[in-house]
């Protein structure tokens, strides 16, 4: 379908607002989550974890363990073979430490047992010798010549000399002559900003269920975002081939990019192998805080020149990304978006992925973009300050649009973020009065979406129903948005169509669910495999009513004659084509595989009003909307939740979240008592705009929404605040002792 055939398609059933179909069984506690799996002669199991940010193991002894009553099986490192390549072992040895121990809660040993109270036992008999190392969890510290390494060799080729070797990785983008273009800006600000590593803060912890076999067949199933990766990296960790591990995700309980990666599953997999018995591991809060990928925390410097009528003349930012004691993969994804949202002739980014003694990291929606973005939109915003300028007319007159070369090098084809600044610029939260210790803020976001291995079956059953296979876990409303392409492109009621998630040797291979790929590459596939589908059932039509197929279209979920020439028959319903399926060839299905790409990039816009209390350093959010381009809004409940879900993430990690390291190198606050996440008393209602400048890459002009939405929070927080007190804020969290301590108050 053309862009042209799409803005003039009427959707009857994509954009409503139907039920969830997995509703009624999360509400009644019917849904099999991540800890509710079980098995006959099921055993427990335990990790013991390192105390210390750095240690080297001199030896484990396990014996006492063994030699516990109940106790099945003890893993290390020893059990676990050298994978070939670099990620592969990054992963696995995060599972389980090989050699030294790299950061407080790195696993060092595992046990499986009868129950769960001689796991706990066993554990205190593992007797480990550390030789206690220097330690570092400071990105700018980590960079320094003569810090403590935390691993060695792991320097790339373009990383220049002068940093120590924890520097792994340098990034770079841009175009344009930076010199020219500052020597034409009236003003130039330069400012540093630091940003706190957060924790994706999912309700659900990890959990796993695995079962080795003796002929060397396994079963794992897991809460995950990614069951057909999740076999990838256990299959190789464990020597396995891939056919002989069938992963079945179960429902998950929050992910938000924390559960794209392996943490239990290996080590589950590994002591089930030694026992004989399935193995279930399911971790601690405390776990899954201390050794559980977080989000990086960042350092940056952003330099950006402007005229006194608002144009940017040139900007350049340098990016310092720490992703914990294993080589960082945000801190392109970080470079690439800092300067997104503009049109520029001037612009350079650089970017440094840097260890340290801290868990490694994990994608947090849109990771990298939302630090990043967090410090360009906080100097943008300081720009417009020091003109009297209005920021949102400053960011229409510098707005990326269809034509630009962004940032990172493509150019851009039709995109939203015009629309959506002129929709907040409309929207009565812009011209609202403000009170006394009161400031609004703004920001622009920006994310890239991904496409990606799809791969879809839809089946028509013989009373008219459909049955979709696909194999993606649903962690944002994907089956209700699948199944609505897919009635609407069968033209047959939503609730006729039935989507299920399969396990990994029931379908061909799907990529994570990340990058907010499902509902446009799964969707797309859906659609496609509709099609063929009604190909399939349009040839049937034409077989009984005996005439060529290409006599035959499709309309209102029924098989006609494609005109009058085709001769005088009845509309033939999918129920009915269905119903005789088994006398014109036998079952109908329509399937399709991709490696989908087009996914169209997405921008959106927040506005925040906010309340400083100046005795207590508090921040009181007062009124909060968000205006983002959805492409197609397939379900605006969901799109929605989507928008008011990335923006409470980023209110929480603006205001309040953190991690807090001692100087001894272990985190302090991995509870959630200590740990401070937003709940409903500290928020105001969200309020939502869905903008709809269709993708031309998706057959419905969807582009994903999950990740846009937490990428403003933090500029537009920060802005806010900065606006209430007067002084500009450059760390996030902003805490009330941060803030008090800007203010004078201590």
Same mark, same amino acid.
């Given at each position: 379908? =053309? ?12 954009? $409503? ?39 080297? +193991?001199? =030896?484990?002894? #396990? ?57 706990? /036992? ?14 570092? $969890? ?25 940093? =120590? ?47 080795? $076999? ?17 076999? !990838? ?13 069938? %992963? ?29 018995? @399935? %193995? ?54 970080? $470079? ?34 939302? #630090? ?87 089946? #028509? ?30 033209? +047959? @009621? ?23 790929? #499902? ?24 077989? +009984? ?13 029924? /098989? ?10 009845? @509309? ?10 088994? &006398? ?34 508090? !921040? ?9 381009? /959805? ?16 923006? %409470? ?8 979240? &953190?991690?807090?390291?001692? &100087? ?16 409903? =008393? ?65």
């Amino acid at each position: 379908m =053309s862009l042209d055939e799409y803005r003039k398609r009427e959707f009857k059933q994509v954009g $409503t607002r139907v039920r969830r179909p997995d509703g009624v069984d999360k509400v009644t506690g019917r849904a099999m989550y991540g800890a509710d799996a079980t098995a006959p002669g099921m055993l427990w199991g335990r990790i013991l974890r390192s105390p210390h940010a750095h240690a080297r +193991i001199r =030896s484990i002894d #396990v014996s006492a363990a063994l030699a516990l009553k109940g106790v099945k099986a003890v893993v290390t490192a020893e059990d676990f073979g050298v994978p070939e390549d670099d990620f592969t072992r990054d992963v696995q040895d995060n599972c389980m430490a090989r050699g030294r121990a790299l950061y407080d809660g790195h696993a060092v040993a595992a046990v499986a047992a009868v129950d769960q109270a001689t796991a706990r /036992a066993a554990l205190k008999l593992i007797k480990v010798d550390y030789e206690i190392l220097p330690h570092v $969890t400071d990105v700018d510290a980590a960079m320094q010549p003569g810090a403590p390494v935390v691993q060695e060799g792991r320097v790339q080729e373009n990383v220049p000399k002068g940093f =120590s070797d924890n520097v792994t990785a340098h990034f770079e983008f841009g175009h344009g002559d930076l010199d020219a273009g500052f020597a034409k800006a009236d003003r130039i600000v330069e400012r540093s900003f630091k940003t706190a590593a957060t924790h994706q803060g999912y309700i659900e912890p990890h959990a796993c269920l695995a079962s080795v $076999t003796s002929d060397g067949k396994a079963d794992l199933w897991c809460c995950t975002q990614g069951h057909f990766y999740v076999r !990838t990296l256990c299959a190789g960790i464990l020597g396995m081939e891939a056919s002989q591990l069938r %992963v079945t995700a179960s429902e998950i309980g929050g992910g938000f990019g924390g559960k794209t990666t392996v943490f239990i599953e290996p080590v589950a997999l590994m002591l089930s192998k030694k026992a004989g018995r @399935p %193995v279930k591991l399911v971790m601690s809060r405390d776990e899954v805080f201390r050794a559980t990928g977080p989000t990086v925390s960042s350092s940056s410097d952003i330099k950006i020149g402007m005229t006194k009528d608002g144009r940017i003349t040139a900007a350049e930012a340098t990016l310092r990304y720490q992703g914990g004691a294993f080589p960082c993969g945000t801190t392109e994804f970080g $470079t690439q978006a800092a300067f997104a949202a503009y049109d520029l002739d001037a612009v350079r980014t650089y970017g440094w992925s840097v260890m340290t003694n801290r868990p490694k990291e994990a994608a947090y929606r849109a990771p990298g973009a939302p #630090v990043a973005i967090y410090a360009v939109e906080s100097v943008v915003d300081e720009l417009c300050q020091h003109f009297g300028l209005d920021p949102l007319d400053v960011r229409l007159k510098n707005a990326a649009r269809k034509g630009t070369k962004s940032s990172y090098g493509p150019t851009f084809p039709d995109i939203g973020l015009v629309a959506t600044l002129e929709a907040a610029k409309a929207h009565p939260h812009y011209k609202a009065p403000l009170g006394p210790n009161q400031g609004r803020g703004l920001s622009c976001g920006f994310w890239f979406n991904f496409g990606g291995n799809t791969c879809v079956s839809l089946n #028509v059953n013989t009373d008219g129903t459909v049955g979709i296979t696909e194999g993606n876990p649903d962690i944002g409303g994907s089956r209700a948005s699948i199944s609505l392409m897919a009635a609407e492109e069968l033209g +047959i @009621p939503y609730d006729n169509i039935r989507t299920i998630v399969a396990d990994t040797s029931s379908l061909g291979y799907n990529d994570v669910t990340d990058g907010s790929r #499902v509902t446009f590459a799964v969707g797309l596939a859906t659609i496609k495999a509709a099609r063929d589908a009604v190909r399939k059932m349009c040839a049937r039509a034409a077989k +009984i009513w005996g005439i060529d197929e290409e006599a035959v279209q499709w309309k209102d979920g029924a /098989a006609v004659p494609a005109g009058p020439n085709a001769g005088k028959f009845p @509309p033939m319903t999918l129920a009915e084509i269905a119903a005789v399926s088994a &006398e014109t060839g036998g079952p109908i299905a329509g399937h399709y595989e991709v490696n989908a790409d087009g996914a169209g990039v997405s921008f959106g816009v927040h506005l925040c009003d906010v309340e400083v209390d100046r005795e207590t350093g508090a !921040t009181k959010v007062l009124r909060y909307t968000v205006f983002q381009d /959805a492409g197609k809004a397939v379900h605006p409940d969901y799109v929605e939740g989507q928008m008011q879900g990335g923006a %409470v993430q980023g209110i929480g990690w603006a205001l309040n979240e &953190e991690y807090i390291y001692g &100087e001894d190198g272990r985190l302090q606050n991995p509870t959630f008592l200590d740990y401070r996440v937003p709940v409903a =008393s500290d928020l105001p209602m969200i309020e939502t705009v869905i903008l709809e400048i269709p993708n031309p890459g998706h057959p419905y002009g969807v582009r994903g929404v999950g990740e846009t939405g937490i990428v403003p929070p933090l500029a537009a927080l920060s802005n806010a605040v900065s606006h209430a007190i007067g002084l500009r804020m450059s760390e996030l969290p902003m805490s009330p002792p941060r803030i008090l301590k800007a203010l004078g108050g201590s």
